[in-house]
């Protein structure tokens, strides 16, 4: 007869040792001995009579076998969690962790999101990743290592995903005004490339959107530092000397830097659309039902209209 809480038990060693790659880090990862890992896992192979597992003098990688169990590992994990936080649902409200990835672009208005979440319900618990991309995002889900995310859906497969759009994002120059002597509300893509420019770095979605509409004026730009972060580009024209094209929304949630002014680009405008994605497996967590529900009431409360900031801030 299965032991249910044993098999789970192996089930969650098997899936920290495929994510981990490496046997101590996986038994680190699941509080529990080295030996204690690689035991439960060799009984979990002979129960299933299937080789899981490629051993040498250290871990060298799944078998075919395991590449393909895993996936059904994560998913059975994963609907029980779903399965437990359902039913304490019905007995004193939502509880649990909601793990949430989210790309650099909607680091700053995320919690739009997630504080009225956590108020509506104050039992849950939210981990946010704000370093990671669309894509990755994306794969994180579909391998139910995220229950949700922020991402840029364009361009993405999202078919197995709910997709819940949340505002569109436009690109502004903000600099300080020093730099924009003469300039009006607007500025040109040839006047700003006559700035000492640092931006976002190359493979990013937010540098992406901003070569792209460079490449249909035939024009391109070589900024002089380049980062991984909004944030270090804030920093950068805070001294006074360097201009930047980041998303709209850090100067509406975050203050601009002193002295600092934020222009609209003109002839292309650069915007993109910002969503919220869960998995579309049924029937699915109730916390990413829960909070599907929130961004629905949110958005349509107007309060993720994060329109574009004025000239000056």
Same mark, same amino acid.
């Given at each position: 007869?299965?032991?249910?809480?044993? %098999?789970?038990?192996?089930?969650?060693?098997?899936?920290? *040792?495929?994510?981990?790659?490496?046997?101590?880090? /996986?038994?680190?990862?699941?509080?529990?001995?080295? $030996?204690?890992?690689?035991?439960?896992?060799?009984? %979990?192979?002979?129960?299933?009579?299937?080789?899981?597992?490629?051993?040498?003098?250290?871990?060298?990688?799944?078998?075919? &076998?395991?590449?393909? +169990?895993?996936?059904?590992?994560? #998913?059975?994990?994963?609907?029980?969690? /779903?399965?437990?936080?359902?039913?304490?649902?019905?007995?004193?409200?939502?509880?649990?962790? %909601?793990?949430?990835?989210?790309?650099?672009?909607?680091?700053?208005?995320?919690?739009?999101?997630?504080?009225?979440?956590? /108020? &509506?319900?104050?039992?849950?618990?939210?981990?946010?990743?704000?370093?990671?991309?669309?894509?990755?995002?994306?794969?994180?889900?579909?391998?139910?290592?995220?229950?949700?995310?922020?991402?840029?859906?364009?361009? +993405?497969?999202?078919?197995?995903?709910?997709?819940?759009?949340?505002?569109?994002?436009?690109?502004?120059?903000?600099?300080?005004?020093?730099? +924009?002597?003469?300039?009006?509300?607007?500025?040109?893509?040839?006047?700003?490339? &006559?700035?000492?420019?640092? *931006?976002?770095?190359?493979?990013?979605?937010?540098?992406?959107?901003?070569?792209?509409?460079?490449?249909?004026?035939?024009?391109?730009?070589?900024?002089?530092?380049?980062?991984?972060?909004?944030? /270090?580009?804030?920093?950068?024209?805070?001294?006074?000397?360097?201009?930047?094209?980041? $998303?709209?929304?850090?100067?509406?949630?975050?203050?601009?830097?002193?002295?600092? #002014?934020? *222009?609209?680009?003109?002839?292309?405008?650069?915007?993109?659309?910002?969503?919220?994605?869960?998995?579309?497996?049924?029937?699915?967590?109730? *916390?990413?039902?829960?909070?599907?529900?929130?961004?629905?009431?949110?958005?349509?409360?107007?309060?993720?209209?994060?329109?574009?900031?004025?000239?000056?801030?």
């Amino acid at each position: 007869m299965v032991e249910w809480g044993m %098999l789970f038990r192996q089930l969650e060693y098997f899936v920290a *040792l495929a994510r981990e790659r490496h046997f101590a880090r /996986a038994a680190a990862a699941c509080y529990v001995s080295q $030996p204690a890992l690689s035991e439960a896992i060799r009984k %979990l192979e002979q129960e299933l009579k299937v080789p899981l597992v490629r051993r040498g003098r250290s871990f060298e990688g799944l078998t075919p &076998e395991g590449e393909r +169990l895993v996936l059904w590992a994560r #998913r059975i994990l994963a609907d029980h969690d /779903a399965l437990k936080q359902e039913v304490t649902a019905l007995q004193t409200g939502l509880t649990g962790d %909601l793990r949430m990835g989210v790309i650099p672009a909607a680091a700053s208005t995320v919690a739009l999101l997630t504080d009225p979440f956590c /108020a &509506e319900h104050p039992l849950v618990r939210v981990q946010l990743e704000t370093s990671l991309r669309s894509s990755e995002i994306v794969e994180r889900i579909h391998r139910f290592e995220l229950d949700a995310g922020m991402i840029y859906p364009h361009g +993405l497969n999202t078919a197995d995903l709910v997709v819940t759009p949340l505002y569109e994002e436009q690109h502004v120059l903000i600099a300080s005004g020093e730099l +924009l002597t003469g300039q009006a509300d607007t500025i040109s893509w040839s006047d700003a490339l &006559e700035l000492p420019m640092c *931006l976002l770095i190359e493979g990013m979605r937010g540098r992406q959107l901003i070569d792209e509409a460079l490449a249909t004026h035939d024009l391109a730009v070589v900024p002089r530092l380049e980062a991984d972060s909004v944030v /270090a580009l804030l920093a950068h024209v805070g001294t006074g000397r360097w201009a930047s094209i980041v $998303p709209h929304t850090w100067i509406r949630t975050l203050r601009p830097p002193a002295g600092a #002014r934020v *222009l609209q680009l003109r002839d292309p405008s650069v915007t993109a659309e910002i969503a919220l994605v869960t998995s579309a497996v049924e029937p699915g967590s109730v *916390l990413t039902r829960a909070l599907v529900q929130v961004a629905r009431e949110v958005r349509a409360a107007g309060a993720l209209d994060v329109g574009p900031p004025t000239a000056t801030s």
